[in-house]
């Protein structure tokens, strides 16, 4: 008997956590979650209560399988082990490396990033209870270092396509999702009877510098259950040279003498940003000034990047052949402390600036456009979406003036954006890996497909397209939160 209880990303897009219980045909019973992570989208007491309320025991939890490092895959594990979680977690060295920097940074902020460790243990419970009547006040974080130090402690890591157990009648195999560094998809094959059930975890987009393009796998003989993520289930990626692009944005800044500043999200997207970067450097299509990267945490993540060629595509692969790694360059000055930070707002030269936050809710980057927002030479370049309510999607909205850390400041430098980065598939590649999982598949056999990691509006849509796609030889089903369903009987 397998059973699953959908325990976050049900009809919305983070919270990723799957809690299956597994009856062995000798009667032992073993649980396990795919993946924890942590809810990033809504008012900020309700993501506490949310992130902190267990759909199960996790005293009763064997083990965790983690398909990649994003917070809303792996920000509740340090959790899970302080509400008494004793087992071990699987994952891709890779993930398990970037899940370490992402949770030593979760443990010091909440998921906005507004409020420190030291702050969030003079908050108690009670407060919380009373602070439930207003989305304003801050709460605490769901652990701290102590629980992630415990938690890295529990890590067994594995390659793609090496296939291990986690019960003597479960294995379990990674495979290159395509999403960001070590991001894998998951199949789970029941030995004695050849059942399988596949987790897409999140399906990275085609094209992407760096890493590999997802995997699209040969159809599993015994697959009975597809979940798939759908973030993207009803838009089609538009065709933009992202290189050329981003060429025509700097070159215009620097040329006319001024910063030009990217505030980025810190794993994958920073590491992208730079291999760009650079690349137009070294052709000469942009001018050379330094490319500065402020912040602590997309600089630990470009460290694991460079320690981990295997992980490369074909493209990177020939530029190291030929001595000229895009994540490695003169230019290219990485800034430690507060202090360097400081220091390259003293000169006025033109210059690249690369910091967080992504979406300008917190992080270095507002200690910069204190001091370069107000000058029209400059360019506010968004390489990713700016949710609602934080100061990015008021600047991007076109607010005159905004006010950073306390202080009014005119936004005089040029806006731009673009759209096209993204780390998810589309609904064309979405469609491609599901075809590819059902491509040999017995005409007889109809796996259901749960549409997982969506707005409604794109998992309904996936959805309808599978199973126009496939008429009847696919079922698809779009999950309620904490609803359970038995796979196989
Ligand atoms: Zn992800």
Redesign the pocket.
């Not at 009877?193 to 975890?201: A, R, T």
């Not at 538009?238 to 800044?253: F, G, M, N, S, W």
């Not at 794109?458 to 008429?471: Q, T």
């Given at each position: 008997m397998l059973s699953v209880t959908f325990c976050g990303a049900t009809r919305t897009v983070t919270g990723s956590q799957y809690f299956l219980e597994y009856t062995a045909p000798d009667g032992s019973k073993f649980n396990f979650c795919l993946d924890s992570g942590m809810f990033q989208v809504g008012q900020k007491i309700n993501l506490y209560k949310l992130n902190s309320y267990m759909v199960f025991d996790p005293k009763k939890l064997d083990c965790i399988v983690l398909t990649?490092a994003?917070l809303d895959?792996c920000g509740r594990i340090p959790y899970l082990v302080k509400m008494g979680f004793g087992g071990k977690i699987y994952s891709t060295e890779a993930t398990r490396q970037i899940a370490e920097v992402v949770m030593r940074d979760s443990a010091r902020h909440n998921s906005d990033g507004y409020l420190s460790q030291d702050f969030a243990g003079i908050i108690d419970s009670k407060i919380v209870q009373e602070a439930d009547q207003t989305t304003e006040t801050v709460f605490p974080a769901l652990y701290t270092d102590v629980e992630v130090d415990t938690t890295m402690g529990r890590f067994k890591t594995f390659e793609y396509k090496q296939k291990f157990t986690i019960h003597p009648n479960l294995q379990v195999e990674f495979r290159d999702a395509g999403?960001?560094l070590g991001s894998a998809f998951v199949i789970f094959t029941e030995l004695s009877s050849g059942k399988q059930v596949v987790f897409s975890g999140?399906l990275g987009n085609e094209h992407k510098p760096i890493i590999e393009d997802p995997e699209m796998p040969a159809t599993p003989p015994g697959l009975t259950h597809i979940f798939t993520e759908t973030t993207y289930g009803n838009r089609t990626h538009p065709k933009v040279d992202t290189k050329q692009h981003l060429r025509e944005i700097a070159k215009k800044t620097l040329r006319r003498g001024g910063k030009l500043i990217i505030p980025s999200f810190s794993v994958e997207r920073a590491q992208e940003v730079i291999y760009y970067l650079v690349e137009l450097m070294r052709e000469g299509k942009i001018d050379q000034v330094p490319i500065f990267l402020d912040s602590p945490m997309a600089s630990k993540v470009l460290e694991i990047c460079l320690q981990h060629p295997e992980l490369y595509d074909e493209e990177i692969r020939q530029k190291i052949a030929e001595h000229a790694n895009p994540l490695i360059y003169k230019n290219l000055k990485i800034l430690e402390t507060t202090h360097e930070s400081k220091t390259i707002n003293s000169n006025n030269k033109p210059c690249i600036l690369i910091a967080g936050s992504g979406m300008l809710n917190g992080g270095r980057i507002l200690k910069h456009l204190q001091f370069h927002l107000d000058n029209p030479l400059n360019t506010l370049l968004f390489v990713g979406y700016q949710a609602e309510g934080t100061l990015g999607r008021k600047i991007l909205e076109g607010a005159e003036e905004v006010e950073i850390e306390g202080r009014m400041i005119e936004v005089l430098a040029q806006l731009e954006s673009m759209n096209e980065f993204s780390?998810h598939a589309d609904r064309r590649i979405l469609k491609n890996w599901v075809l590819s999982l059902m491509s040999d598949l017995p005409e007889e056999k109809a796996p259901t497909v749960f549409l997982m990691h969506g707005e409604k509006e794109a998992s309904l849509a996936f959805g309808k397209e599978l199973e126009d796609s496939f008429l009847s030889r696919i079922k698809t089903y779009w999950p309620r939160f904490a609803e359970r369903v038995v796979m196989w009987e």
């Amino acid at each position: 008997m397998l059973s699953v209880t959908f325990c976050g990303a049900t009809r919305t897009v983070t919270g990723s956590q799957y809690f299956l219980e597994y009856t062995a045909p000798d009667g032992s019973k073993f649980n396990f979650c795919l993946d924890s992570g942590m809810f990033q989208v809504g008012q900020k007491i309700n993501l506490y209560k949310l992130n902190s309320y267990m759909v199960f025991d996790p005293k009763k939890l064997d083990c965790i399988v983690l398909t990649h490092a994003h917070l809303d895959h792996c920000g509740r594990i340090p959790y899970l082990v302080k509400m008494g979680f004793g087992g071990k977690i699987y994952s891709t060295e890779a993930t398990r490396q970037i899940a370490e920097v992402v949770m030593r940074d979760s443990a010091r902020h909440n998921s906005d990033g507004y409020l420190s460790q030291d702050f969030a243990g003079i908050i108690d419970s009670k407060i919380v209870q009373e602070a439930d009547q207003t989305t304003e006040t801050v709460f605490p974080a769901l652990y701290t270092d102590v629980e992630v130090d415990t938690t890295m402690g529990r890590f067994k890591t594995f390659e793609y396509k090496q296939k291990f157990t986690i019960h003597p009648n479960l294995q379990v195999e990674f495979r290159d999702a395509g999403h960001i560094l070590g991001s894998a998809f998951v199949i789970f094959t029941e030995l004695s009877s050849g059942k399988q059930v596949v987790f897409s975890g999140d399906l990275g987009n085609e094209h992407k510098p760096i890493i590999e393009d997802p995997e699209m796998p040969a159809t599993p003989p015994g697959l009975t259950h597809i979940f798939t993520e759908t973030t993207y289930g009803n838009r089609t990626h538009p065709k933009v040279d992202t290189k050329q692009h981003l060429r025509e944005i700097a070159k215009k800044t620097l040329r006319r003498g001024g910063k030009l500043i990217i505030p980025s999200f810190s794993v994958e997207r920073a590491q992208e940003v730079i291999y760009y970067l650079v690349e137009l450097m070294r052709e000469g299509k942009i001018d050379q000034v330094p490319i500065f990267l402020d912040s602590p945490m997309a600089s630990k993540v470009l460290e694991i990047c460079l320690q981990h060629p295997e992980l490369y595509d074909e493209e990177i692969r020939q530029k190291i052949a030929e001595h000229a790694n895009p994540l490695i360059y003169k230019n290219l000055k990485i800034l430690e402390t507060t202090h360097e930070s400081k220091t390259i707002n003293s000169n006025n030269k033109p210059c690249i600036l690369i910091a967080g936050s992504g979406m300008l809710n917190g992080g270095r980057i507002l200690k910069h456009l204190q001091f370069h927002l107000d000058n029209p030479l400059n360019t506010l370049l968004f390489v990713g979406y700016q949710a609602e309510g934080t100061l990015g999607r008021k600047i991007l909205e076109g607010a005159e003036e905004v006010e950073i850390e306390g202080r009014m400041i005119e936004v005089l430098a040029q806006l731009e954006s673009m759209n096209e980065f993204s780390a998810h598939a589309d609904r064309r590649i979405l469609k491609n890996w599901v075809l590819s999982l059902m491509s040999d598949l017995p005409e007889e056999k109809a796996p259901t497909v749960f549409l997982m990691h969506g707005e409604k509006e794109a998992s309904l849509a996936f959805g309808k397209e599978l199973e126009d796609s496939f008429l009847s030889r696919i079922k698809t089903y779009w999950p309620r939160f904490a609803e359970r369903v038995v796979m196989w009987e």
